[in-house]
Protein backbone atom coordinates (compact mmCIF):
# COMPACT_ATOMS: atom_id res chain seq x y z
CA UNK A 1 0.00 0.00 0.00
CA UNK A 2 1.45 3.19 -1.24
CA UNK A 3 -0.03 4.66 1.64
CA UNK A 4 -0.53 3.21 4.64
CA UNK A 5 -2.36 6.03 6.32
CA UNK A 6 -4.94 5.78 3.96
CA UNK A 7 -8.19 5.27 5.75
CA UNK A 8 -10.37 5.35 2.89
CA UNK A 9 -8.32 2.23 1.54
CA UNK A 10 -8.54 0.58 4.55
CA UNK A 11 -11.94 0.97 4.51
CA UNK A 12 -12.28 -0.84 1.01
CA UNK A 13 -10.18 -3.48 1.99
CA UNK A 14 -12.34 -3.74 5.14
CA UNK A 15 -15.29 -4.78 2.57
CA UNK A 16 -13.21 -6.46 -0.05
CA UNK A 17 -12.35 -9.07 2.71
CA UNK A 18 -15.99 -9.24 4.86
CA UNK A 19 -17.19 -10.12 1.26
CA UNK A 20 -14.49 -13.35 0.49
CA UNK A 21 -15.76 -13.91 4.57
CA UNK A 22 -12.30 -13.09 5.91
CA UNK A 23 -13.65 -11.52 8.93
CA UNK A 24 -10.14 -11.22 11.23
CA UNK A 25 -8.44 -9.88 8.07
CA UNK A 26 -11.03 -7.42 7.36
CA UNK A 27 -11.10 -6.45 11.10
CA UNK A 28 -7.65 -5.06 10.55
CA UNK A 29 -8.24 -3.32 8.43
CA UNK A 30 -11.29 -1.65 9.68
CA UNK A 31 -9.42 -1.08 12.69
CA UNK A 32 -6.80 0.41 10.96
CA UNK A 33 -9.39 3.12 9.25
CA UNK A 34 -11.16 4.53 12.74
CA UNK A 35 -7.62 5.06 14.06
CA UNK A 36 -6.27 7.46 10.88
CA UNK A 37 -10.11 9.01 10.53
CA UNK A 38 -12.13 9.23 13.47
CA UNK A 39 -14.92 11.14 12.00
CA UNK A 40 -15.06 7.85 9.39
CA UNK A 41 -18.89 6.46 9.76
CA UNK A 42 -18.65 3.97 7.16
CA UNK A 43 -15.87 2.89 8.70
CA UNK A 44 -17.35 2.15 11.96
CA UNK A 45 -20.40 0.34 10.92
CA UNK A 46 -17.97 -2.25 8.27
CA UNK A 47 -15.76 -2.42 11.85
CA UNK A 48 -19.47 -3.32 13.65
CA UNK A 49 -20.18 -5.43 11.26
CA UNK A 50 -16.67 -7.96 11.38
CA UNK A 51 -16.69 -7.67 15.37
CA UNK A 52 -20.71 -9.63 14.73
CA UNK A 53 -19.26 -12.19 12.79
CA UNK A 54 -16.18 -12.83 15.05
CA UNK A 55 -19.02 -13.14 18.07
CA UNK A 56 -17.79 -10.12 19.67
CA UNK A 57 -21.05 -8.35 20.29
CA UNK A 58 -20.30 -5.87 23.12
CA UNK A 59 -17.37 -4.50 21.06
CA UNK A 60 -19.95 -4.30 18.44
CA UNK A 61 -22.40 -1.93 20.56
CA UNK A 62 -19.62 0.28 21.62
CA UNK A 63 -18.83 0.72 17.69
CA UNK A 64 -21.75 1.23 16.47
CA UNK A 65 -22.80 4.07 19.66
CA UNK A 66 -19.78 5.56 17.98
CA UNK A 67 -20.95 5.38 14.14
CA UNK A 68 -24.56 7.07 16.06
CA UNK A 69 -22.34 9.47 17.69
CA UNK A 70 -21.52 10.65 14.03
CA UNK A 71 -25.50 10.79 12.62
CA UNK A 72 -27.77 9.64 14.98
CA UNK A 73 -30.66 10.41 12.22
CA UNK A 74 -28.80 7.81 9.95
CA UNK A 75 -31.29 4.23 9.29
CA UNK A 76 -28.09 2.72 8.54
CA UNK A 77 -27.09 2.77 12.05
CA UNK A 78 -30.08 1.71 13.78
CA UNK A 79 -30.51 -0.69 11.64
CA UNK A 80 -27.11 -2.31 12.79
CA UNK A 81 -27.41 -1.84 15.92
CA UNK A 82 -31.04 -3.53 15.30
CA UNK A 83 -28.86 -6.70 14.03
CA UNK A 84 -26.91 -6.73 17.13
CA UNK A 85 -29.03 -6.50 19.43
CA UNK A 86 -31.29 -9.13 17.90
CA UNK A 87 -28.02 -11.49 17.86
CA UNK A 88 -28.11 -11.42 21.73
CA UNK A 89 -31.67 -12.45 21.89
CA UNK A 90 -32.59 -8.16 23.29
CA UNK A 91 -36.20 -8.63 20.52
CA UNK A 92 -37.55 -5.82 22.71
CA UNK A 93 -34.48 -3.50 22.12
CA UNK A 94 -33.50 -4.52 18.72
CA UNK A 95 -37.72 -3.74 17.38
CA UNK A 96 -37.30 -0.14 19.29
CA UNK A 97 -34.22 0.74 17.05
CA UNK A 98 -36.20 -0.75 13.88
CA UNK A 99 -39.07 1.72 14.67
CA UNK A 100 -36.83 4.69 14.44
CA UNK A 101 -35.76 3.86 11.33
CA UNK A 102 -39.09 3.36 10.22
CA UNK A 103 -39.51 7.27 11.27
CA UNK A 104 -36.37 7.95 9.15
CA UNK A 105 -36.42 6.32 6.38
CA UNK A 106 -41.00 4.83 5.89
CA UNK A 107 -42.11 2.39 4.06
CA UNK A 108 -38.68 0.69 3.72
CA UNK A 109 -38.83 -2.84 2.67
CA UNK A 110 -35.28 -4.06 4.27
CA UNK A 111 -36.68 -2.30 7.50
CA UNK A 112 -40.16 -4.64 7.14
CA UNK A 113 -37.50 -7.65 6.57
CA UNK A 114 -35.95 -7.09 9.53
CA UNK A 115 -38.52 -6.04 11.94
CA UNK A 116 -39.87 -9.13 10.70
CA UNK A 117 -37.11 -11.15 11.33
CA UNK A 118 -36.94 -9.81 15.14
CA UNK A 119 -40.98 -10.64 15.51
CA UNK A 120 -40.42 -14.31 14.12
CA UNK A 121 -37.64 -14.19 16.62
CA UNK A 122 -39.42 -13.20 19.75
CA UNK A 123 -42.40 -15.78 18.78
CA UNK A 124 -44.39 -12.83 17.52
CA UNK A 125 -45.50 -14.90 14.44
CA UNK A 126 -48.35 -13.45 13.10
CA UNK A 127 -47.24 -10.04 13.25
CA UNK A 128 -43.78 -11.11 11.75
CA UNK A 129 -46.18 -12.14 8.74
CA UNK A 130 -48.03 -8.71 8.48
CA UNK A 131 -44.62 -7.35 8.76
CA UNK A 132 -43.14 -9.38 5.42
CA UNK A 133 -46.27 -8.42 3.60
CA UNK A 134 -45.58 -4.99 3.79
CA UNK A 135 -42.02 -5.65 2.64
CA UNK A 136 -43.38 -7.49 0.06
CA UNK A 137 -46.30 -5.02 -1.00
CA UNK A 138 -43.18 -2.18 -1.29
CA UNK A 139 -40.89 -4.67 -3.40
CA UNK A 140 -43.21 -7.40 -5.02
CA UNK A 141 -39.54 -9.06 -6.39
CA UNK A 142 -37.86 -9.02 -2.88
CA UNK A 143 -36.70 -12.88 -2.73
CA UNK A 144 -35.27 -12.39 0.74
CA UNK A 145 -38.48 -11.15 1.87
CA UNK A 146 -39.91 -14.73 0.03
CA UNK A 147 -37.48 -16.46 2.14
CA UNK A 148 -38.34 -15.10 5.04
CA UNK A 149 -42.03 -15.85 4.95
CA UNK A 150 -40.91 -19.51 3.82
CA UNK A 151 -38.85 -19.86 6.95
CA UNK A 152 -41.91 -18.52 9.01
CA UNK A 153 -44.39 -21.25 7.65
CA UNK A 154 -41.77 -23.93 7.65
CA UNK A 155 -41.50 -23.36 11.60
CA UNK A 156 -45.01 -23.25 12.18
CA UNK A 157 -45.84 -26.50 10.10
CA UNK A 158 -47.59 -24.25 7.18
CA UNK A 159 -45.88 -26.27 4.40
CA UNK A 160 -47.48 -25.76 1.69
CA UNK A 161 -47.16 -21.93 2.09
CA UNK A 162 -42.95 -22.12 2.96
CA UNK A 163 -42.93 -24.27 -0.49
CA UNK A 164 -44.99 -22.03 -2.78
CA UNK A 165 -42.71 -18.77 -1.15
CA UNK A 166 -39.71 -20.98 -1.53
CA UNK A 167 -40.28 -21.33 -5.23
CA UNK A 168 -41.13 -17.72 -5.70
CA UNK A 169 -38.10 -16.91 -4.20
CA UNK A 170 -36.32 -19.22 -6.41
CA UNK A 171 -38.19 -17.84 -9.71
CA UNK A 172 -36.71 -14.21 -8.50
CA UNK A 173 -32.82 -15.90 -7.92
CA UNK A 174 -33.18 -19.42 -9.85
CA UNK A 175 -28.94 -19.05 -8.99
CA UNK A 176 -29.47 -18.91 -5.11
CA UNK A 177 -28.23 -22.06 -3.65
CA UNK A 178 -29.37 -20.86 -0.36
CA UNK A 179 -32.58 -20.92 -1.68
CA UNK A 180 -32.07 -24.06 -2.77
CA UNK A 181 -30.80 -25.67 0.29
CA UNK A 182 -33.75 -24.39 2.23
CA UNK A 183 -36.20 -26.40 -0.35
CA UNK A 184 -33.85 -29.61 0.37
CA UNK A 185 -34.47 -28.50 4.33
CA UNK A 186 -38.38 -28.38 3.49
CA UNK A 187 -38.77 -31.53 2.02
CA UNK A 188 -36.40 -33.63 4.49
CA UNK A 189 -39.64 -32.24 7.06
CA UNK A 190 -41.96 -34.39 4.83
CA UNK A 191 -40.23 -37.35 4.14
CA UNK A 192 -39.22 -37.01 0.57
CA UNK A 193 -35.96 -37.67 0.75
CA UNK A 194 -35.74 -37.30 -2.91
CA UNK A 195 -36.53 -34.46 -3.50
CA UNK A 196 -34.34 -33.08 -1.13
CA UNK A 197 -31.55 -34.70 -2.45
CA UNK A 198 -32.01 -33.44 -6.44
CA UNK A 199 -32.32 -29.75 -4.74
CA UNK A 200 -28.89 -30.60 -3.11
CA UNK A 201 -27.76 -31.82 -6.19
CA UNK A 202 -28.83 -28.05 -8.14
CA UNK A 203 -27.27 -26.06 -5.29
CA UNK A 204 -24.09 -28.05 -5.22
CA UNK A 205 -23.78 -27.12 -8.85
CA UNK A 206 -24.23 -23.61 -8.26
CA UNK A 207 -21.95 -23.43 -4.57
CA UNK A 208 -19.90 -26.20 -3.42
CA UNK A 209 -18.06 -24.02 -0.85
CA UNK A 210 -21.31 -23.77 1.46
CA UNK A 211 -21.33 -25.26 4.81
CA UNK A 212 -24.90 -25.44 4.96
CA UNK A 213 -25.38 -27.85 1.53
CA UNK A 214 -23.14 -30.54 3.45
CA UNK A 215 -25.22 -29.51 6.76
CA UNK A 216 -28.25 -30.48 5.27
CA UNK A 217 -26.93 -33.41 3.06
CA UNK A 218 -25.52 -35.09 6.24
CA UNK A 219 -29.72 -36.18 6.93
CA UNK A 220 -29.86 -37.61 3.83
CA UNK A 221 -26.62 -39.11 3.03
CA UNK A 222 -24.25 -41.71 4.55
CA UNK A 223 -20.59 -40.63 3.86
CA UNK A 224 -17.96 -42.65 3.18
CA UNK A 225 -14.29 -42.42 3.02
CA UNK A 226 -13.96 -42.04 -0.43
CA UNK A 227 -17.13 -39.91 -0.90
CA UNK A 228 -15.99 -36.77 -3.45
CA UNK A 229 -18.74 -34.30 -0.97
CA UNK A 230 -16.64 -35.89 2.27
CA UNK A 231 -13.59 -34.55 0.48
CA UNK A 232 -15.13 -31.29 -0.24
CA UNK A 233 -15.40 -30.73 3.27
CA UNK A 234 -12.25 -31.46 4.19
CA UNK A 235 -10.73 -29.12 1.47
CA UNK A 236 -13.06 -26.49 2.63
CA UNK A 237 -11.96 -27.03 6.82
CA UNK A 238 -8.67 -26.09 5.73
CA UNK A 239 -9.93 -21.96 4.84
CA UNK A 240 -13.18 -22.26 7.13
CA UNK A 241 -11.58 -20.22 10.34
CA UNK A 242 -11.75 -16.81 10.43
CA UNK A 243 -14.94 -16.91 8.09
CA UNK A 244 -16.98 -16.20 10.05
CA UNK A 245 -18.21 -18.20 13.70
CA UNK A 246 -21.51 -18.94 12.18
CA UNK A 247 -19.83 -20.88 8.76
CA UNK A 248 -17.05 -22.47 10.66
CA UNK A 249 -19.46 -24.14 13.52
CA UNK A 250 -22.19 -25.47 10.43
CA UNK A 251 -19.31 -26.90 8.51
CA UNK A 252 -17.74 -28.89 11.93
CA UNK A 253 -21.08 -30.30 12.84
CA UNK A 254 -21.67 -31.51 9.14
CA UNK A 255 -17.67 -32.96 9.48
CA UNK A 256 -18.71 -34.70 12.80
CA UNK A 257 -21.61 -36.54 10.59
CA UNK A 258 -19.75 -37.78 7.68
CA UNK A 259 -16.65 -39.02 10.37
CA UNK A 260 -19.45 -40.55 12.52
CA UNK A 261 -20.46 -42.22 9.36
CA UNK A 262 -17.42 -43.39 8.58
CA UNK A 263 -16.55 -44.97 12.03
CA UNK A 264 -13.87 -42.78 12.98
CA UNK A 265 -15.12 -41.35 16.32
CA UNK A 266 -12.10 -39.69 17.35
CA UNK A 267 -12.05 -37.33 14.76
CA UNK A 268 -16.00 -36.82 15.00
CA UNK A 269 -15.72 -35.95 18.20
CA UNK A 270 -13.07 -33.29 16.99
CA UNK A 271 -15.20 -31.75 14.62
CA UNK A 272 -17.99 -32.21 17.12
CA UNK A 273 -16.29 -30.33 19.65
CA UNK A 274 -15.47 -27.25 17.48
CA UNK A 275 -18.62 -27.08 15.95
CA UNK A 276 -20.06 -26.53 19.24
CA UNK A 277 -17.05 -24.41 19.98
CA UNK A 278 -17.76 -22.08 17.29
CA UNK A 279 -21.48 -21.75 18.18
CA UNK A 280 -20.88 -21.31 21.85
CA UNK A 281 -19.21 -17.67 20.68
CA UNK A 282 -21.90 -16.30 19.38
CA UNK A 283 -25.12 -17.21 21.44
CA UNK A 284 -26.19 -15.36 24.82
CA UNK A 285 -26.22 -17.50 27.49
CA UNK A 286 -25.36 -16.81 31.25
CA UNK A 287 -26.58 -19.72 33.51
CA UNK A 288 -26.56 -18.37 36.34
CA UNK A 289 -30.18 -16.22 34.56
CA UNK A 290 -31.26 -19.92 34.03
CA UNK A 291 -31.40 -20.26 37.42
CA UNK A 292 -32.74 -17.54 39.01
CA UNK A 293 -35.17 -18.50 36.22
CA UNK A 294 -36.14 -21.63 37.58
CA UNK A 295 -36.58 -20.67 41.13
CA UNK A 296 -38.89 -17.63 39.65
CA UNK A 297 -40.83 -20.59 38.34
CA UNK A 298 -40.75 -22.41 41.88
CA UNK A 299 -41.86 -19.05 43.88
CA UNK A 300 -44.62 -18.62 41.46
CA UNK A 301 -45.63 -21.96 41.71
CA UNK A 302 -45.60 -22.15 45.75
CA UNK A 303 -48.18 -24.97 47.00
CA UNK A 304 -50.05 -22.03 48.25
CA UNK A 305 -50.63 -20.10 44.74
CA UNK A 306 -51.01 -23.94 43.18
CA UNK A 307 -53.97 -24.09 45.55
CA UNK A 308 -55.27 -20.29 45.13
CA UNK A 309 -55.29 -21.12 41.28
CA UNK A 310 -57.19 -25.19 41.53
CA UNK A 311 -60.54 -24.87 40.09
CA UNK A 312 -59.82 -21.54 38.37
CA UNK A 313 -58.61 -22.79 34.66
CA UNK A 314 -60.68 -23.66 31.42
CA UNK A 315 -61.61 -27.13 31.51
CA UNK A 316 -61.01 -27.99 28.09
CA UNK A 317 -59.57 -31.55 27.64
CA UNK A 318 -58.37 -31.22 23.94
CA UNK A 319 -54.95 -30.85 24.54
CA UNK A 320 -51.87 -33.09 25.30
CA UNK A 321 -48.52 -32.04 26.33
CA UNK A 322 -45.28 -33.91 25.83
CA UNK A 323 -42.58 -32.33 27.85
CA UNK A 324 -39.04 -32.87 29.07
CA UNK A 325 -35.44 -32.56 27.83
CA UNK A 326 -35.11 -31.92 23.83
CA UNK A 327 -33.74 -35.47 22.56
CA UNK A 328 -35.01 -37.30 25.38
CA UNK A 329 -38.32 -38.64 23.37
CA UNK A 330 -40.55 -36.47 22.87
CA UNK A 331 -41.19 -37.13 19.09
CA UNK A 332 -41.11 -40.51 19.30
CA UNK A 333 -43.54 -40.08 22.09
CA UNK A 334 -46.01 -37.92 19.82
CA UNK A 335 -45.53 -39.94 16.93
CA UNK A 336 -47.36 -42.97 18.81
CA UNK A 337 -49.96 -40.83 20.08
CA UNK A 338 -50.92 -39.15 16.86
CA UNK A 339 -50.85 -42.30 15.16
CA UNK A 340 -54.05 -42.81 16.38
CA UNK A 341 -57.06 -41.36 14.28
CA UNK A 342 -58.66 -39.33 16.67
CA UNK A 343 -55.17 -37.22 17.86
CA UNK A 344 -53.85 -34.51 16.15
CA UNK A 345 -50.19 -34.37 16.58
CA UNK A 346 -49.43 -30.36 16.39
CA UNK A 347 -45.48 -30.91 17.00
CA UNK A 348 -43.41 -27.67 18.82
CA UNK A 349 -46.45 -25.24 19.81
CA UNK A 350 -44.70 -21.53 21.18
CA UNK A 351 -48.49 -20.73 22.22
CA UNK A 352 -47.67 -21.62 25.83
CA UNK A 353 -44.88 -18.91 26.47
CA UNK A 354 -47.08 -16.55 24.26
CA UNK A 355 -49.25 -16.36 26.90
CA UNK A 356 -46.62 -14.26 29.02
CA UNK A 357 -46.82 -11.24 26.57
CA UNK A 358 -50.24 -11.41 26.57
CA UNK A 359 -51.53 -12.00 29.66
CA UNK A 360 -48.90 -11.72 32.33
CA UNK A 361 -48.23 -14.92 35.14
CA UNK A 362 -51.15 -16.44 35.79
CA UNK A 363 -53.25 -15.53 38.70
CA UNK A 364 -57.07 -16.84 39.85
CA UNK A 365 -58.52 -14.01 38.13
CA UNK A 366 -56.85 -14.37 34.28
CA UNK A 367 -56.11 -18.53 34.47
CA UNK A 368 -59.53 -19.42 32.28
CA UNK A 369 -58.94 -16.73 30.02
CA UNK A 370 -55.09 -17.92 29.54
CA UNK A 371 -56.34 -21.38 29.05
CA UNK A 372 -59.09 -20.61 26.38
CA UNK A 373 -57.16 -18.76 24.65
CA UNK A 374 -54.22 -21.38 24.39
CA UNK A 375 -57.19 -23.79 23.13
CA UNK A 376 -58.01 -21.89 20.57
CA UNK A 377 -54.74 -21.38 19.41
CA UNK A 378 -54.02 -24.94 18.78
CA UNK A 379 -57.60 -25.68 17.19
CA UNK A 380 -56.37 -23.52 14.78
CA UNK A 381 -53.32 -25.92 14.10
CA UNK A 382 -55.87 -29.33 13.59
CA UNK A 383 -56.15 -29.42 9.88
CA UNK A 384 -58.84 -32.33 9.91
CA UNK A 385 -60.47 -29.80 12.01
CA UNK A 386 -62.22 -33.11 13.94
CA UNK A 387 -59.22 -34.27 16.60
CA UNK A 388 -60.16 -34.69 20.09
CA UNK A 389 -57.23 -34.33 20.59
CA UNK A 390 -54.21 -32.08 19.66
CA UNK A 391 -50.43 -32.66 21.44
CA UNK A 392 -48.16 -29.66 22.02
CA UNK A 393 -44.86 -31.25 22.57
CA UNK A 394 -42.66 -28.47 22.76
CA UNK A 395 -39.74 -29.90 25.42
CA UNK A 396 -39.24 -26.84 27.55
CA UNK A 397 -43.22 -26.71 28.67
CA UNK A 398 -41.75 -29.31 31.18
CA UNK A 399 -40.85 -25.45 33.30
CA UNK A 400 -44.56 -24.38 32.90
CA UNK A 401 -45.72 -27.71 34.34
CA UNK A 402 -47.62 -25.33 37.54
CA UNK A 403 -48.87 -23.45 34.54
CA UNK A 404 -49.99 -26.06 32.72
CA UNK A 405 -52.35 -27.23 35.20
CA UNK A 406 -53.50 -24.00 36.86
CA UNK A 407 -54.99 -22.98 33.46
CA UNK A 408 -55.70 -26.54 32.05
CA UNK A 409 -56.42 -28.77 34.86
CA UNK A 410 -57.91 -31.34 32.81
CA UNK A 411 -55.08 -31.70 30.24
CA UNK A 412 -52.80 -34.46 29.90
CA UNK A 413 -49.10 -34.20 30.49
CA UNK A 414 -46.17 -36.44 29.45
CA UNK A 415 -42.70 -36.09 30.60
CA UNK A 416 -40.30 -38.16 28.21
CA UNK A 417 -36.99 -39.37 30.35
CA UNK A 418 -33.78 -40.92 28.98
CA UNK A 419 -30.30 -42.10 30.02
CA UNK A 420 -28.82 -38.82 31.64
CA UNK A 421 -25.54 -39.16 29.87
CA UNK A 422 -27.56 -40.52 26.45
CA UNK A 423 -29.79 -37.65 26.42
CA UNK A 424 -27.25 -34.20 26.92
CA UNK A 425 -24.60 -35.91 24.30
CA UNK A 426 -27.58 -36.06 22.01
CA UNK A 427 -28.15 -32.49 22.88
CA UNK A 428 -24.62 -31.46 22.42
CA UNK A 429 -24.75 -34.00 18.75
CA UNK A 430 -27.30 -30.51 18.03
CA UNK A 431 -26.82 -27.48 15.79
CA UNK A 432 -30.47 -26.16 16.86
CA UNK A 433 -31.98 -23.30 14.62
CA UNK A 434 -33.19 -21.61 18.02
CA UNK A 435 -32.60 -21.31 21.27
CA UNK A 436 -31.31 -24.15 23.63
CA UNK A 437 -27.75 -22.29 24.17
CA UNK A 438 -26.95 -24.35 27.16
CA UNK A 439 -26.55 -27.05 24.59
CA UNK A 440 -22.93 -26.37 23.19
CA UNK A 441 -20.94 -26.77 26.33
CA UNK A 442 -20.45 -29.66 28.12
CA UNK A 443 -19.90 -28.28 31.88
CA UNK A 444 -22.93 -25.92 31.11
CA UNK A 445 -24.84 -28.68 29.55
CA UNK A 446 -24.81 -30.87 32.77
CA UNK A 447 -26.03 -27.98 34.64
CA UNK A 448 -29.19 -27.24 32.96
CA UNK A 449 -29.79 -30.88 32.79
CA UNK A 450 -29.73 -30.71 36.88
CA UNK A 451 -31.62 -27.60 36.74
CA UNK A 452 -34.50 -29.31 35.07
CA UNK A 453 -33.88 -32.29 37.18
CA UNK A 454 -34.43 -30.35 40.28
CA UNK A 455 -37.52 -28.55 38.94
CA UNK A 456 -39.40 -32.02 37.99
CA UNK A 457 -38.37 -33.07 41.16
CA UNK A 458 -40.34 -30.00 42.92
CA UNK A 459 -43.25 -30.55 40.29
CA UNK A 460 -43.83 -34.64 41.63
CA UNK A 461 -44.00 -33.18 44.97
CA UNK A 462 -46.13 -30.05 44.62
CA UNK A 463 -48.31 -31.62 41.91
CA UNK A 464 -48.49 -35.41 42.69
CA UNK A 465 -49.98 -37.68 40.34
CA UNK A 466 -50.62 -34.77 37.70
CA UNK A 467 -48.73 -35.94 34.87
CA UNK A 468 -47.36 -39.02 33.38
CA UNK A 469 -43.39 -40.40 33.08
CA UNK A 470 -42.12 -42.22 30.71
CA UNK A 471 -38.78 -43.68 29.84
CA UNK A 472 -37.38 -43.89 26.47
CA UNK A 473 -35.27 -46.78 26.79
CA UNK A 474 -38.31 -48.90 27.72
CA UNK A 475 -40.17 -47.55 24.76
CA UNK A 476 -37.92 -48.36 22.30
CA UNK A 477 -37.38 -51.96 24.46
CA UNK A 478 -40.81 -52.83 24.27
CA UNK A 479 -42.90 -50.86 22.53
CA UNK A 480 -46.57 -52.36 22.50
CA UNK A 481 -46.63 -52.16 26.26
CA UNK A 482 -45.38 -48.28 26.32
CA UNK A 483 -47.80 -47.47 23.64
CA UNK A 484 -50.69 -49.24 25.42
CA UNK A 485 -50.28 -47.03 29.24
CA UNK A 486 -49.57 -43.68 26.33
CA UNK A 487 -52.72 -44.26 24.84
CA UNK A 488 -54.65 -45.36 28.75
CA UNK A 489 -53.79 -42.53 29.91
CA UNK A 490 -55.19 -40.09 27.37
CA UNK A 491 -58.29 -41.98 28.02
CA UNK A 492 -58.49 -43.60 24.17
CA UNK A 493 -59.77 -47.22 22.82
CA UNK A 494 -56.58 -48.76 21.52
CA UNK A 495 -55.82 -48.78 17.84
CA UNK A 496 -53.10 -50.63 16.15
CA UNK A 497 -51.82 -47.79 14.10
CA UNK A 498 -50.13 -47.00 17.55
CA UNK A 499 -47.53 -49.66 16.84
CA UNK A 500 -46.70 -48.22 13.53
CA UNK A 501 -45.33 -45.12 14.36
CA UNK A 502 -43.49 -44.71 11.39
CA UNK A 503 -45.87 -44.82 9.26
CA UNK A 504 -47.06 -42.08 9.93
CA UNK A 505 -47.86 -39.20 7.30
CA UNK A 506 -47.17 -36.25 8.67
CA UNK A 507 -44.63 -32.93 8.95
CA UNK A 508 -41.94 -33.02 11.76
CA UNK A 509 -40.20 -30.12 12.57
CA UNK A 510 -37.83 -31.27 14.76
CA UNK A 511 -34.47 -32.92 15.31
CA UNK A 512 -35.82 -36.25 15.14
CA UNK A 513 -37.40 -35.94 11.53
CA UNK A 514 -35.61 -38.66 10.16
CA UNK A 515 -36.27 -41.14 13.01
CA UNK A 516 -39.72 -40.74 12.12
CA UNK A 517 -39.90 -42.25 9.24
CA UNK A 518 -38.06 -45.38 10.39
CA UNK A 519 -39.69 -48.21 12.77
CA UNK A 520 -38.58 -47.63 16.50
CA UNK A 521 -34.97 -48.49 16.87
CA UNK A 522 -32.59 -49.35 20.00
CA UNK A 523 -29.06 -48.30 18.61
CA UNK A 524 -28.96 -44.69 20.75
CA UNK A 525 -28.91 -46.94 24.03
CA UNK A 526 -26.00 -46.43 25.51
CA UNK A 527 -24.65 -44.45 22.93
CA UNK A 528 -22.18 -42.56 24.68
CA UNK A 529 -19.99 -45.01 25.01
CA UNK A 530 -17.94 -44.73 21.58
CA UNK A 531 -16.95 -41.63 23.21
CA UNK A 532 -16.14 -42.46 26.61
CA UNK A 533 -13.65 -40.20 28.36
CA UNK A 534 -13.96 -37.03 25.68
CA UNK A 535 -17.26 -36.86 28.03
CA UNK A 536 -15.83 -36.84 30.93
CA UNK A 537 -16.81 -32.97 31.82
CA UNK A 538 -20.68 -33.63 30.97
CA UNK A 539 -20.26 -36.94 33.61
CA UNK A 540 -18.55 -35.36 36.10
CA UNK A 541 -21.07 -32.59 35.93
CA UNK A 542 -23.88 -34.76 35.88
CA UNK A 543 -22.51 -36.65 38.69
CA UNK A 544 -22.26 -40.06 37.30
CA UNK A 545 -18.36 -40.68 37.59
CA UNK A 546 -19.29 -44.16 38.13
CA UNK A 547 -21.02 -45.01 35.14
CA UNK A 548 -17.18 -43.38 33.37
CA UNK A 549 -15.49 -46.12 35.43
CA UNK A 550 -17.75 -48.93 34.66
CA UNK A 551 -17.26 -48.46 31.27
CA UNK A 552 -12.84 -47.89 31.65
CA UNK A 553 -13.32 -51.34 33.71
CA UNK A 554 -14.83 -53.35 30.79
CA UNK A 555 -12.84 -51.47 28.51
CA UNK A 556 -15.46 -51.57 25.70
CA UNK A 557 -14.10 -50.93 22.11
CA UNK A 558 -15.98 -48.49 20.01
CA UNK A 559 -17.68 -49.84 17.35
CA UNK A 560 -19.69 -48.74 14.86
CA UNK A 561 -23.42 -49.11 15.45
CA UNK A 562 -24.34 -50.62 11.48
CA UNK A 563 -27.55 -49.83 11.49
CA UNK A 564 -27.57 -46.30 13.45
CA UNK A 565 -29.90 -43.78 12.47
CA UNK A 566 -28.85 -40.74 11.04
CA UNK A 567 -29.96 -38.21 14.23
CA UNK A 568 -28.25 -34.56 13.38
CA UNK A 569 -31.37 -32.86 11.38
CA UNK A 570 -31.97 -29.15 12.74
CA UNK A 571 -35.06 -27.33 13.41
CA UNK A 572 -36.78 -25.52 10.24
CA UNK A 573 -34.82 -22.39 9.93
CA UNK A 574 -30.83 -23.33 9.96
CA UNK A 575 -27.72 -21.71 9.41
CA UNK A 576 -26.99 -18.32 7.95
CA UNK A 577 -25.65 -20.36 4.68
CA UNK A 578 -28.85 -21.36 4.30
CA UNK A 579 -30.46 -17.85 4.59
CA UNK A 580 -30.87 -15.12 1.63
CA UNK A 581 -27.73 -13.05 0.65
CA UNK A 582 -25.93 -11.33 3.22
CA UNK A 583 -26.15 -7.36 3.36
CA UNK A 584 -23.80 -5.62 0.86
CA UNK A 585 -21.22 -3.84 3.89
CA UNK A 586 -21.18 -0.22 3.37
CA UNK A 587 -18.41 1.01 1.56
CA UNK A 588 -16.85 4.58 1.57
Known amino acids: ?142 ADAYVKRAQIHHINNRIEEAKEDYLKALEIAPKSAGILVGLADLHQTIGELDKSRDYLKKAKKINDNLPGLYFTMSNVKKFTKDDKDFKKMVSLEKKIEGHGLELESTLNFALFSAYEDIGDYKKAFIHLKKGNDAKRKFIPFQSERQQDHFEAIKKHYSPANLKKFKGKGYGSKTPIFIVG ?44 EMGEYYVKQIKKRDTTKKAKYITDKMPGNFARIGEIVSILPNAKIIHT ?57 DTVSDLETQARKLIDYVGLEWNDACLQPHKQKRAVLTASKMQVIKPVYKTSVKAWERYGKNLEPLIVGLGMEDELKELKKTKKPATKAKTAPKTKVKTATKSAAKKAPKKTPKKK
Not at 22 to 46: C, V
Not at 330 to 354: K, N, R
Open 325 to 368: MPRSGTTLTEQIISSHPDVFGAGELPHISELDSKFGLVTAKNAR
Open 1 to 142: MARPDYAEAHNNLCVSLMQQSKFPEAHTHGRYAISFRKDYFEAYLNLAETLRHLGQFDEAIKTIQKAMILRPDSAEVHMDMADTLLMLDKHAEAEAELRKVDKLKPDNPRVYLKLANVQDRAGKTEEALETINKALQQNPEM
Open 417 to 473: RRNPIDNCLSCYKQNFARGQYWSYNLEELAEYYKLYEDLMAYWREVLPGQFLEIDYE
